[in-house]
């Protein structure tokens, strides 16, 4: 089945103790990205890859570092959290580059909780 | 000013009624896309048009450019459409998505 997999899906940790939420897809897809949900904000962009080694800012990247070693595999790192990176985090993924037209498939979303 | 504005935020109907939601964005844009997010949070692609009008069962999206607006368009509406519609534009030559902050509706039998 064509998807797009996070985990955890939830996770509650303590301020400062590095956190890595993986993000996989099995369709090949060259674009990825992750983005953060917060109430009244909506979503926001964290990063985006566009392929392997080719990774590139968002929105709101601060905080946040990734990587793209595996065309599958995008990461999220958490090097030091802080409470205001409490939100529901998504992951998705596009065949192509997104100013081509593709379509976004999303994860199940991440819900994280930094105290 | 948000670079994409949705209306309305929230929406009530009773089941069978045509529903519209709009988007109306800032930027230029090399496609719309609209999405839906259920409940449960997870999210799934609507639409993606960059013009004219587009149709997938109930559901209807157009977008006019030059007045740089889009519409969803729920025909005989019901409880399961209940959901958070959200409007998103990728921006003209980048590969950033910007999002409204959706448009909450509920439908009752």
């Known amino acids: 089945e064509a998807q797009v997999t996070q985990n955890p899906r939830y996770l509650i940790t303590v301020t400062g103790k590095k956190l890595t939420v993986t993000c996989s897809q099995n369709m090949n897809h060259e674009y990825m990205s992750w983005y953060r949900q917060d109430p009244g904000l909506g979503l926001r962009q964290i990063y985006y890859s566009m392929n392997v080694e080719v990774t590139d800012k968002g929105d709101v990247p601060e905080g946040y570092k990734v990587s793209r070693k595996e065309k599958r595999n995008f990461p999220l790192i958490l090097e030091s959290p802080s409470p205001n990176q409490t939100s529901l985090y998504f992951c998705?993924?596009?065949?192509?580059?997104?100013?081509?037209?593709?379509?976004?498939?999303f994860g199940p979303g991440t819900r994280l909780t930094v105290l | 000013k948000n670079e994409v504005e949705q209306s309305p935020q929230n929406l009530t109907a009773q089941e069978g009624e045509f529903i519209t939601i709009n988007c109306s964005y800032s930027v230029g844009i090399s496609a719309l896309h609209w999405l839906q997010q259920h409940p449960g949070g997870g999210i799934v692609s609507l639409f993606m048009?960059?013009?004219g009008k587009k149709k997938h069962g109930r559901l209807i999206a157009t977008i006019n450019i030059q007045e740089k607006h889009s519409s969803l368009h729920i025909t005989a509406s019901h409880p399961r459409d209940s959901a958070v519609y959200i409007c998103?534009?990728?921006?003209?030559?980048?590969?950033?998505?910007?999002f409204g902050t959706g448009t909450r509706l509920q439908v009752f039998p």
């Open positions: 998103a534009v990728a921006t003209f030559n980048t590969d950033k998505l910007i």
């Open positions: 048009l960059s013009s």
């Open positions: 998705a993924s596009s065949p192509k580059r997104l100013g081509k037209y593709n379509e976004q498939f």
